[in-house]
């Protein structure tokens, strides 16, 4: 498995992206919907990230560079890749790409049933905070911190 900078615009991506959107839409009330759109991955703040296996898009994530520290964001592996590290490789890429930047931290909001989700940011050092930026207190999310 390969994980690179990616095209938000790329076919797998895009497919990817949706995927994504629909299960939030699916789970959450719209206000409480923080994604962002592919046109809005495409800017030069964005660092966007794929996990590949030969030519197959298995899972994609970015982050957001936000000042001093970095949010993640469109964190999303295909079914076909659950289980096989898919989403640890990309993690592990935005970590480095945004330490190498220079950034303070990561930080990050996440729907609070998507337990997955909660248990592969702990493993890789995150903690509990409170709302940051824009966001306003929610009972739908939930925010995550890890200095860098």
């Not at 999303?76 to 190498?100: C, M, P, S």
Request: proline share 6%.
């Amino acid at each position: 498995m390969i994980i690179e900078r990616g095209d938000p615009k790329d076919p797998q991506s895009v497919a990817l992206l949706q995927a994504s959107h629909a299960l939030m839409e699916s789970l959450f009330p719209p206000e409480d919907n923080h994604y962002l759109s592919i046109d809005a991955l495409c800017v030069p703040e964005v660092h966007f990230f794929v996990a590949r296996d030969g030519d197959t898009t298995l899972g994609c994530g970015a982050f957001k560079v936000m000042g001093d520290y970095a949010e993640v964001k469109s964190m999303f592996t295909a079914e076909a890749g659950r289980g096989q590290g898919v989403a640890t490789g990309i993690l592990n890429r935005i970590e480095q790409d945004a330490r190498g930047l220079g950034l303070s931290g990561l930080k990050l909001e996440t729907g609070n049933t998507l337990h997955a989700a909660h248990r592969l940011y702990e493993r890789h050092g995150f903690t509990y905070c409170g709302p940051f930026g824009d966001y306003p207190e929610s009972p739908s999310s939930l925010f995550m911190e890890k200095p860098l």
